[in-house]
């Protein structure tokens, strides 16, 4: 398999405060990696160092061969790195048809096309995109009147674009009911298989990291406590502490199938 993310030694401190702290993990080409831990775990802090937005004080990333450490979000952005967010990021005055032709426009590098008539530009592959993510009937419609469960669609519609190779979802189900969290969740692995990209998410819903990931790492107080298979993860006995606090019955914390 294609190794598209190398993360080694990372770590991150604000003032005294450690907040990631020697983490190492790789994440390879068809394949959803799943990143859980506590609030305070230092998932976002991880997230927002792969993504750019900020600098490690130690350690390394790799991103498709090519070590990331000090570039901007942009320019990991170019390297085929797409991003959603656990709050949706779309312009709500603006279709959902819109939306995804403005990321293309950013793509092609003809963000200069605004002043012409954008409706004309990359309609074709605006609506290729909106059918993979199942909202294509939608068109037409302005975001800021769409249901959460298809602004979701909409931003990983944004977000695959650029033609990502990795794939980094913050709380994607987040706002979600649990049948619209589901259907998201394997339109994504959907999307991951055919595609051959990668994809790391954070997500609080254990049902959906258990029934979707296929492998977990897992973080508290900044370190990296445990790594693996969903059944391996389940099974360990320091998650079922942090997850459960010492002295409960090991086995309950997650989801069992």
């Given amino acids: 398999m294609t190794k598209l993310l190398e993360v ?3 770590a991150k ?3 005294g405060i450690q907040a990631v702290d020697n983490v190492s993990f790789e994440l390879e080409a068809g394949q959803l990696l799943a990143m859980i831990g506590p609030n305070g775990a230092g998932k976002s802090t991880c997230f927002n160092l792969i993504n750019g937005q900020l600098y490690p004080d130690r350690g390394g990333i790799t991103i498709l061969g090519q070590r990331t450490n000090g570039r901007k979000p942009r320019d990991v952005w170019k390297l085929g790195v797409g991003r959603t967010f656990q709050i949706t990021c779309t312009f709500s005055s603006m279709t959902v048809l819109e939306n995804v032709q403005m990321a293309l426009l950013s793509y092609h590098k003809q963000t200069r096309s605004l002043f012409r008539k954008v ?3 990359y309609v074709n592959e605006s609506m290729e995109l909106l059918e993979l993510v199942g909202i294509a009937a939608q068109s ?3 975001c800021g009147v769409l249901a959460y469960g298809d602004l979701k669609r909409v931003e990983l519609a944004v977000a695959l674009a650029n033609r990502p190779k990795l794939l980094l979802m913050d709380e994607p189900t987040a706002g979600m009911g649990p049948a619209e969290r589901s ?3 394997e339109l994504t692995s959907a ?3 055919t595609r051959k990209i990668g994809v790391l998410f954070t997500e609080h819903d254990m049902d959906v990291v258990f029934t979707h990931a296929d492998r977990i790492i897992v973080l508290n107080r900044g370190e990296l406590v ?4 969903p059944s391996q993860v389940r099974a360990n006995v320091k998650v079922q502490e942090i997850y459960l606090g010492t002295g ?10």
């Fill in 191 to 193: 999307i991951v298989r």
């Fill in 119 to 121: 409706r004309r530009l």
């Fill in 8 to 10: 080694r030694n990372l």
């Fill in 183 to 185: 259907q998201l969740m």
């Fill in 140 to 142: 037409r419609r302005a």
């Fill in 226 to 229: 445990a790594q693996g298979t």
């Fill in 13 to 15: 401190a604000f003032g």
């Fill in 248 to 257: 409960k019955t090991p086995g309950t914390a997650f989801p069992t199938s």
